[in-house]
């Protein structure tokens, strides 16, 4: 993918996010509304260290809460739209030692499009800070992945819906 269009989505997903905390400052109710499901989509800059090249990351994951804890788990699937269509699937353990931050560990196996017979095992972990906007809570992401091939960092926008 060509640089300049991963940095316009993720410019364009930063001022979404950005906007929506402006109009919802107000907010300082408990951020999940005791939900115990979350679909969250992270919208991501890549920058792989190997191969010094940068592209767009979509993540996807779907986590339940286990026993009112702080803890939830679940499954994970991230693609980032690079010249070898990198994948991969994982299970998804998520720590909430604060209100509105999160520590993620996606332990999984990661594959390449072109090659998909050729599975490695991989490990990502992901750190959020979120804010509630709506119904819907959202702020910015760190990741840091590595897989047999390649270490990668991502950086973007974690957005997420809650589910009773």
């Known amino acids: ?8 989505i993720y410019t364009f997903f930063l001022v979404v996010a950005l906007n929506g905390k402006a109009q919802d400052i107000h907010d ?6 005791n939900h115990k499901t979350e679909l969250g989509i992270a919208n991501s800059l890549v920058y792989f260290t190997g191969e ?7 993540h996807v994951h779907l986590v339940r809460n286990i026993g009112h804890s702080k803890f ?12 070898h269509k990198h994948n991969t699937v994982g299970i998804v353990g998520m720590y909430t030692p604060i209100e509105r931050l999160h520590f993620s ?4 196996i990661a594959f390449e499009g072109t090659h998909p017979s050729e ?6 972990f992901e ?5 509630q906007v709506g119904n819907v809570h959202m702020g910015p992401l760190l990741e840091f992945a590595h897989d047999s091939e390649d270490y990668h960092i991502s950086l973007g926008v ?3 819906l809650g589910f009773k």
């Open 1 to 8: 993918m060509n640089n300049k269009y991963a940095v316009i």
């Open 28 to 33: 300082h109710e408990h951020i999940h509304d």
């Open 52 to 58: 010094q090249e940068l592209s767009y990351g979509l």
């Open 72 to 83: 939830s788990a679940g499954l994970g699937y991230e693609r980032i739209f690079d010249e």
């Open 105 to 108: 560990l996606s332990p999984g």
């Open 119 to 124: 599975k490695n095992f991989a490990i990502h």
């Open 127 to 131: 750190t959020t800070y979120e804010f």
């Open 158 to 160: 974690h957005i997420g």
